[in-house]
């Protein structure tokens, strides 16, 4: 099972990972 994260997985780390970024 070392697939490609799923398209909705992916976003979601991403998102977490620019929000953490870009937070303060």
Known sequence: ???V???GDF???KRLG???I???
């Open 11 to 13: 976003i979601y780390i």
């Open 22 to 24: 870009l937070a303060p």
């Open 18 to 20: 620019l929000n953490h």
């Open 5 to 7: 994260y799923s398209i």
């Open 1 to 3: 099972m070392n697939e």
